[in-house]
């Protein structure tokens, strides 16, 4: 089996940089998961910028029904927001969440605002016992995982998001978590009444 030739020196510079788009492309839609920069700077020359091939290889891409998204800190296509609507209504593929009730996304959404979290941090968020069933949904479908156990008597198990979760929800990193502000002005959540009634 010959060896992976990643630098191509016998190309001319236009049609080395293509065929490194190409690499890119063909690596992207082979995979299922995000593809981080150390597995792509694999396919190119040494000392090429991955994110400028990203770069064109997303012009490329222009007018097209799908696009490269950075989440969770590597790129993956995915089909553009707008066509949501008709693959679901072709393909019956229902909702990305997996059919999470109301009540599962906001667990959801409290464990990746206050991680780790244990079960009881989650009683004081909602002040009601958060069942072991519906932490095992979220962790079944893969949205949250075990993290470090607690230092309180017991060291009971904390719960964490994981890079499913990020690409559930189409996020880089945590730090792109809407803010409480930002919550607040699309009606997600209620703005504490001291805050309303300041400015």
Not at 56 to 74: H, M, N, Q, W, Y
Not at 165 to 171: D, N, T
Request: no cysteine.
């Amino acid at each position: 089996m010959a060896e992976f030739d990643r630098d191509l020196p016998d190309l001319p510079p236009e049609l080395r940089w293509r065929e490194w788009m190409r690499r890119i492309e063909a690596v992207l839609f082979a995979s299922a998961s995000p593809v981080p920069r150390e597995d792509l700077t694999r396919v190119v020359g040494q000392g090429v910028s991955v994110d400028l091939l990203i770069a064109d290889v997303s012009a490329d891409l222009e007018g097209r029904v799908f696009e490269i998204a950075k989440v969770a800190e590597g790129w993956m296509f995915r089909t553009r927001v707008a066509y949501a609507p008709a693959i679901r209504a072709a393909a019956d593929v229902g909702d990305q969440l997996m059919d999470l009730s109301e009540f599962d996304v906001a667990v959801l959404a409290a464990i990746a605002y206050h991680q780790p979290i244990t079960r009881d941090g989650l009683k004081d968020i909602f002040g009601k016992e958060i069942s072991r069933d519906l932490i095992g949904r979220l962790h079944a479908r893969g949205l949250i995982g075990t993290g470090p156990r607690s230092p309180r008597r017991g060291a009971p198990y904390t719960f964490v998001t994981t890079e499913q979760f990020l690409v559930a929800f189409g996020l880089e990193t945590l730090h792109d978590l809407p803010d409480r502000e930002q919550l607040a002005d699309a009606g997600v959540v209620a703005v504490p009444e001291q805050d309303a009634s300041e400015g």
